[in-house]
């Protein structure tokens, strides 16, 4: 650590920066974004040549897990992707890079050749999390309508269209965490947003986890069926506690409420085992996201 004397020339007050750290950003006539802070702290964050952002590229190798590997790519925000090809693996390298593109928003097999494959991500970087989040919910719980729907009549296609609806929650899901990795890794962004986006990565993650549940729900259906009512009470309850943690409107104990009414209901209801178990589960994450709000 150094200790730099603060000059007063006019009016104004200066203080030399670090010759060393100048030169490694390129900042000999650049700029610097300077922002004050609590306690006594002044935030200077480099503005030079630097700033001017090439594309991130994930290079991997064929070998081994490659959907895993292009989907921690995604998530970090990598914009390219390149999928270098070894003799006997382009086939399965191939069907993975098909398979992220159609699981991951915005990527594109863009080039195919002998030795590589490479997969580019073409998303605006400004999408709202919170919207985002908001169709999260609405599209689990048209998971969770057609889950009921499929209990109460056996009806296994009612049952593949949630499994086809759980796929678009984890499309949705994976966009949210690489928007939100982004933002927060942004020396730009204030730490009160930055606590804000966590508490989001979270609710993303028990939404995604609400998706899997009705899917499971919904599976139940070529083994059992069982009269199934009230499915509104849930929902509404979903609907309360996503808004509370979004919005903040001073609803919580209403959002508590509609959550121990559910609980209530579907804890005396007359349902196979498995059936209650995924119900009361579902009502656990809620719980657990209400106390994000």
């Given at each position: 650590m150094e200790v730099k004397r603060v000059i007063r020339i006019g009016g104004?007050?200066?203080?030399?920066?670090?010759?060393?750290?100048?030169?490694?950003?390129?900042?000999?006539?650049?700029?610097v974004t300077v922002e004050a802070e609590s306690g006594g702290v002044l935030r200077v964050r480099a503005l030079g040549q630097k700033e001017r952002k090439e594309p991130s590229i994930a290079r991997i190798s064929c070998g081994g897990e490659v959907l895993r590997k292009i989907l921690s790519a995604y998530l970090k925000g990598c914009e390219v992707i390149e999928i270098s090809l070894e003799?006997?693996?382009?086939?399965?390298?191939?069907?993975?890079?098909?398979?992220?593109?159609?699981?991951?928003?915005?990527?594109?097999?863009?080039?195919?050749?002998?030795?590589?494959?490479?997969?580019?991500?073409?998303?605006?970087?400004?999408?709202?999390?919170?919207?985002?989040?908001?169709?999260m919910n609405a599209v689990s719980i048209s998971m969770l309508e057609k889950a009921f729907q499929a209990l109460s009549r056996g009806d296994e296609e009612v049952a593949d269209e949630v499994r086809a609806l759980d796929d678009r929650v984890d499309r949705l899901y994976f966009l949210t965490v690489r928007l939100i990795r982004g933002r927060v890794a942004n020396p730009l962004t204030p730490p009160e947003e930055r606590v804000r986006l966590v508490d989001l990565r979270l609710t993303a993650k028990h939404l995604e986890d609400l998706g899997d549940t009705y899917e499971s729900l919904a599976s139940l259906?070529?083994?059992?069926?069982?009269?199934?009512?009230?499915?509104?009470?849930?929902?509404?309850?979903?609907?309360?506690?996503?808004?509370?943690?979004?919005?903040?409107?001073?609803?919580?104990?209403?959002?508590r409420n509609a959550l121990r009414k559910a609980?209530?209901?579907?804890?005396?209801?007359?349902?196979p085992a498995a059936v209650q178990e995924k119900i009361l589960r579902a009502l656990d994450l809620l719980e657990d996201l209400a106390d994000l709000a």
């Open positions: 104004s007050y200066y203080v030399a920066l670090p010759k060393a750290w100048v030169l490694e950003n390129s900042l000999e006539e650049g700029y003799e006997g693996c382009r086939e399965s390298a191939l069907q993975a890079a098909l398979k992220a593109q159609n699981l991951l928003v915005g990527l594109e097999l863009v080039e195919e050749s002998k030795n590589a494959l490479i997969l580019q991500c073409f998303i605006r970087e400004d999408y709202s999390v919170e919207s985002l989040l908001y169709r259906a070529s083994r059992t069926r069982c009269e199934l009512s009230r499915v509104e009470l849930l929902e509404d309850a979903q609907r309360l506690v996503l808004r509370e943690v979004l919005e903040g409107r001073g609803r919580t104990e209403e959002a609980r209530e209901h579907f804890s005396r209801a007359s349902l």
